[in-house]
């Protein structure tokens, strides 16, 4: 690593674990003290200055931390990216941006201004700066015009020959083409601020997230002291309980969106970190007075990323591909500020001791190393609530040093009787099912009772919707009778 990349990891784990436990005002990720020491920092900036800081970009605030109470309210972010007004603010060099606007050329042949605007994320003002340069140096022209500036106007822009000679090195260096990423630097001052690490929830917080659910209020006496540590939980149990449908409910407890980069910059190779597959955009508001923000973020709900069995050593290293000269993420960092779930742990690819070994040092030091394919070993922050569920024995999962890492555990165990009818009763209600005490009480005893059959919790939900997939097949309402019930139970249950 570089010294400067060396120096900020440094001052972001001081600012995680604040030697005065008290320097921990109300912010989210960053202590009052912190803020004042960047105020100093801005004052000895000078004019030659080519990496600042991402809380203030060209002297000018580029992203705002804002002092919070708990739980978060969405209207007061902990991490604001304001829009970089200069390429200086963009924390990229120009060349890095004029080349990125002749891949974009390249890739979609003739892009009018505002196109160009659109794909890269930065403003008209650099974006016509760039090409502008670009045209002195006869690497693009214009085809046609109206109105004035690039922003404004239906200039469209195409390569010249020489610029088609020039990108063609381009691409066998880099074929990134997509949103201008964001320098590793101002990433890792965003995880920092919009930690996960910093919650205050109690029961009354978690409770209206999981009112479809009937749980034992011990669930949330183990879940919420972990939440609010941020630290890893195991969950543990017979499968079809919970387990999973308690995890999707957790990520909403943390509360506040965030923002995530399209992609950050390391040593001009680019790591996609934005996922359309994990992650929820949110909208960003329409009010005009609100401060306009920088495009190469994404506004999100917090993330929660679910791996199974189909998990890889290879799916928690940086993926450099050889075709596209660029890194894909891998899981923990696309998670960071949110929750990972390693879902059936124990089924992997990769045996239990393979994967508990790379993720002990991440757990206790909050700080993940990813090797680059050039030998570079990076540095990031591990700012992700991991939680493990399997449905096996621990003991023949996890050794103890494991166990004392993960210091919260939970077993979910399977309903007793009463709360087995209590999830009986809110499917009903949920499915439109008429409630029907007899033909439930003839369920129970004959279907669980006689044949001494366990209640699990995932039932209800799987066999009432067979009552209702039944009744539409034969024509009529959904209804509890006798006759029903044997046959979805019937097709639900294996007989051995």
Same mark, same amino acid.
């Given at each position: ?15 995680? #674990? ?47 931390? +804002? ?32 080349? $990125? ?16 605007? @659109? ?12 090409? *502008? ?11 046609? @015009? ?20 020039? /990108? ?39 409770? !209206? ?47 506040? =969106? ?8 390391? =040593?001009?190779? +680019?790591? #996609?970190?934005?996922?359309?597959? $994990? ?18 973020? +994404?506004?999100?709900?917090? !993330?929660?990323?679910? +791996? ?12 450099? @591909? ?8 891998? /899981? ?17 690819? /990769? ?13 206790? @030091? ?12 990076? *540095? ?15 003991? =023949? ?97 294996? #007989?051995?």
């Amino acid at each position: 690593m570089s010294t400067d990349n060396n120096e900020t990891n440094e001052h972001l784990r001081r600012r995680r #674990k604040p030697e005065n436990p008290d320097a921990r005002k109300t912010l989210v990720g960053m202590a009052m003290a912190d803020i004042e020491e960047l105020s100093a920092e801005i004052i000895e900036l000078n004019e030659n200055e080519t990496e600042i800081p991402a809380i203030v970009q060209g002297k000018t605030p580029a992203a705002r931390l +804002v002092p919070v109470t708990k739980p978060r309210r969405e209207s007061e972010p902990a991490f604001l990216p304001y829009s970089p007004t200069n390429i200086l603010s963009t924390g990229l060099t120009s060349s890095y941006i004029e080349e $990125l606007c002749l891949k974009h050329l390249f890739q979609g042949g003739g892009l009018r201004g505002n196109d160009l605007v @659109s794909r890269i994320g930065l403003s008209p003002v650099i974006i016509e700066e760039v090409m *502008e340069k670009l045209r002195r140096n006869k690497m693009v022209e214009i085809t046609g @015009s109206t109105g004035a500036g690039i922003g404004r106007s239906n200039m469209v822009w195409h390569l010249t020959n020489l610029g088609h000679d020039y /990108i063609s090195r381009i691409l066998d260096r880099d074929m990134y083409i997509g949103p201008a990423p964001v320098p590793i630097k101002y990433y890792l001052q965003a995880v920092n601020a919009q930690t996960i690490r910093s919650n205050a929830l109690r029961k009354d917080d978690l409770e !209206p997230h999981f009112t479809d659910l009937v749980l034992r209020p011990s669930v949330f006496d183990a879940i919420g002291p972990a939440m609010n540590s941020g630290k890893a939980l195991f969950f543990y149990g017979p499968p079809g309980n919970g387990k999973t449908a308690i995890c999707e409910r957790m990520t909403a407890c943390f509360g506040g =969106d965030i923002f995530i980069p399209f992609s950050v910059l390391v =040593d001009d190779f +680019v790591i #996609k970190i934005f996922d359309e597959n $994990l992650h929820q955009p949110v909208s960003l508001s329409s009010d005009p007075n609100e401060p306009v923000l920088d495009r190469r973020w +994404v506004k999100c709900r917090r !993330p929660m990323v679910v +791996v199974g069995g189909e998990l890889e050593m290879s799916d928690m290293d940086l993926n450099y @591909s050889e075709q596209v000269k660029y890194y894909e993420a891998p /899981i923990q960092l696309k998670a960071n500020n949110g929750m990972l779930l390693i879902d059936d742990f124990g089924r992997q690819r /990769i045996s239990p001791k393979e994967l508990l070994n790379r993720w002990i040092v991440p757990l206790e @030091s909050e700080v993940d190393y990813l090797a680059m394919h050039t030998g570079k070993k990076l *540095e990031v922050p591990f700012d992700v609530f991991v939680v493990f569920s399997t449905n096996l024995n621990p003991k =023949d999962l996890v050794d103890d040093a494991f166990l004392r890492r993960v210091r919260y555990k939970l077993e979910v165990i399977r309903p007793d009787e009463g709360l087995f009818m209590e999830i009986l009763r809110k499917e009903c209600l949920k499915q439109r099912i008429p409630w029907s005490p007899d033909m439930v009480d003839y369920l129970v005893e004959y279907h669980y009772k006689r044949v001494k059959r366990p209640f699990n919790a995932c039932e209800p939900r799987d066999l009432m919707s067979q009552v209702v997939d039944l009744s539409n097949y034969r024509g009529h309402e959904p209804v509890l009778q006798k006759e029903i019930i044997d046959k979805v139970v019937t097709n639900y249950f294996i #007989k051995f």
